[in-house]
């Protein structure tokens, strides 16, 4: 998105935004990473940043600390009396939208240009200024302070001198760009483990959570590099307990909420170390997540995949079509954070065994030989997008892999021969035991669905599409011509009543 003099002044906070119980004034869904210094929100009000720096550096960690800040959105904002405003196509307002191949310098042109979008526009209506909110509402804001971002970060920086603030634009639904972990890891190179570091988006979901879990990731190197060897000296302590490699979920999970999709597996089987790569990122993941696996957060980047799978059983095909897109997307994005996971387990053996003979002495415990680097020394030696140059075919499996789902249910044959033996016997006559065998077998198909409305949906949908299949040639053949000129829909009621009532010309 490049058309800042169209673009729709979009007001970032909402009702009921605030998803999360205990709430920092004015940060929207601020929370902590349970084992890390890392933390995840929406975009705070001028006064919302305050809050959330001063309460990450809490009693003990230095104001003037160094304090990394990676904000994820595609979208410019603007400050209007303190409250955050973003730009929008007009045919994109909602809590989500996709703009396209956003970089960081495209992100900080358009805010300059918004910024003297939104000054000419108040000016020309009297000092006020015309946005929506989320819903499509109009609002108007008599404009009292009108400030860039930029301009925000730079007045925070006088109360937090250490405070880097990095514009990360990723898409809400795929994976960031090779570039994107990139830019994260090279930010991070040289801070210390205790070096704060927070991730927003516009309310503190998927992206910001994406983001989150690659810094966890990327924590979990320097805390490798330096205190592995370390731990290892420390008398009755079981050093392979603290690693997340070994990280087990519930067996009894469903294998999509386990994350155990066809490309998934073909991974492990590919990347070295595959196996332990997952069991990295699941757990940094899950950490991320909600409070049910571990974790803080509002979104669970694994098994909201299967949550989508579930609910796109019970909808139309147009919303079919885009929730596939997106579910494709998810299994890329978890793709991803995987093959980073073994990229930074390379990595970090890569930083142990590679420093330098000279420094070796300095960082060399004397009772193991084994190295422990300050977090600030850690070096990453090739980049992430070189490390998939290295294993190319990565990106043609998972291109390739990522819809290789089961969308549709199978009916079992049996099930299936009884139906299409019913109907050609005598289609008219059998219509009774037909609905109802159809009923039966969708039953026992959707038995691991609970109960309630998404399963009488997905069991009725499951119905209509089977009548359909099933239907005799010349009445199959006039249904379909209806529903392609929209005179009609492939909804059961309907089929049943154009069948029943109208005799095939």
Known sequence: MGDMANAACMADGFDK????????????????????????????TIAGFEAALTKVCGDTYPKDGPIIWFNLRQEADVYVNGNPICARPPNKIGEYAELGAITRDIAKANEVEFLNVCETRAKENGGKLKAVDINKTALEFEVKELKSLSQVIEGLKEKFPGLVHWRVPVCNSAAPLESDFDIICKTLVGTA??????????????????????????KELQISASFEGLVETVPGVNATLLKTDKYVMNPEKDTLFRGEFEVVKELIATLKDGAAAKNNADKIIDLNGTPKTGGTGIKQLRE?????????????DAAQAFLKTKIMDNIQKYFYLIVFAGYIREAAA???????????????????????????????????AAFMEENAGLRALIDTGKGNLQWERDIPAASLANLESLAAKDFQGNLGKIIHDIYQTAHVMFGDMPQGDHKKRAKYRFASKTIMRILPAAQKGEVEKLIEGKKMTMDLY???GKCTWVQPK
């Open 193 to 218: 483990i205790n070096t704060p570091v927070i991730v927003n988006d516009q309310v503190g979901l998927s992206r910001a959570t994406t983001g989150c879990v690659a810094a966890c990731l990327f």
């Open 350 to 384: 890569a930083a142990r065994e590679t420093i330098e003979a000279d420094k070796k002495a300095a960082v060399a415990l004397p009772s193991s030989g084994k190295c422990s680097i300050p977090a600030t020394e850690l070096k990453i030696g090739k980049t992430f």
């Open 494 to 496: 309907e089929i049943l």
């Open 304 to 316: 909201n995949i299967a949550e989508s799978k579930l609910s796109y059983e019970i909808m139309d």
């Open 17 to 44: 935004i605030q998803k999360l119980p205990d709430p920092v004034a004015g940060c929207p869904n601020f929370r902590r990473v349970p084992g890390f210094k890392v933390y995840c929100c929406g975009q705070p």
